[in-house]
């Protein structure tokens, strides 16, 4: 059987962030899409982010966990395990917000990305919004 290449990777850092990287991991899980590869790079934890990538390596493309240069460092390792079409970087603490990954999307266009304006209200954001600079965090 042939292995089909990952439509998307989607890359996770984290340091010392076991409950925050739990959230992100399952939000990634919820997309129930076989073409979606996480790779999880850990600058070498100590409060059990290495015991929660083990007990979850099945849902795990690629993770390692080591000292690193920082968090550009982490993600720059991350891309180099990387082999989907796409790349998302996606950090510990970060979630998907419902069911944004699936077959047919239009990777072209940009994900909403839903953020607090500057009286807290949530909104998203718009391609207009471009006008203004970069809205965009990594993420969108």
Same mark, same amino acid.
Not at 1 to 13: D, G, I, N, Y
Not at 77 to 91: I, P, R
Not at 104 to 117: A, E, T, Y
């Given at each position: 059987?042939?292995?089909?290449?990952?439509?998307?990777?989607?890359?996770?850092?984290?340091? @010392?962030?076991? &409950?925050?990287?739990?959230?992100?991991?399952?939000?990634?899980?919820?997309? @129930?899409?076989?073409?979606?590869?996480?790779?999880?790079?850990?600058?070498?934890?100590?409060?059990?982010?290495?015991?929660?990538?083990?007990?979850?390596?099945?849902?795990?493309? !690629?993770?390692?966990? &080591? %000292?690193? &240069?920082?968090?550009?460092?982490?993600?720059?390792?991350? !891309?180099?395990?990387?082999?989907? &079409?796409?790349?998302?970087?996606? @950090?510990?603490?970060?979630?998907?917000?419902?069911?944004?990954? =699936?077959?047919?999307?239009?990777?072209?266009?940009?994900?909403?990305?839903?953020? !607090?304006? =500057?009286?807290?209200?949530?909104? =998203?954001?718009?391609?207009?919004?471009? %006008?203004?600079?970069?809205?965009?965090?990594?993420?969108?």
């Amino acid at each position: 059987m042939a292995l089909v290449r990952p439509f998307v990777s989607v890359v996770t850092v984290t340091y @010392n962030a076991a &409950e925050a990287l739990r959230r992100t991991l399952d939000s990634v899980r919820a997309q @129930n899409w076989g073409a979606i590869e996480h790779i999880v790079i850990d600058g070498g934890s100590d409060d059990g982010t290495v015991d929660l990538l083990a007990a979850r390596d099945r849902e795990i493309a !690629l993770w390692r966990s &080591e %000292r690193d &240069e920082g968090i550009y460092d982490a993600m720059n390792k991350g !891309l180099a395990g990387a082999s989907g &079409e796409f790349v998302l970087f996606l @950090n510990s603490g970060d979630t998907l917000s419902g069911k944004v990954l =699936f077959p047919g999307q239009d990777p072209s266009r940009l994900l909403p990305v839903k953020v !607090l304006d =500057f009286w807290g209200k949530p909104r =998203f954001l718009h391609l207009r919004d471009l %006008r203004l600079g970069m809205p965009y965090c990594h993420q969108g």
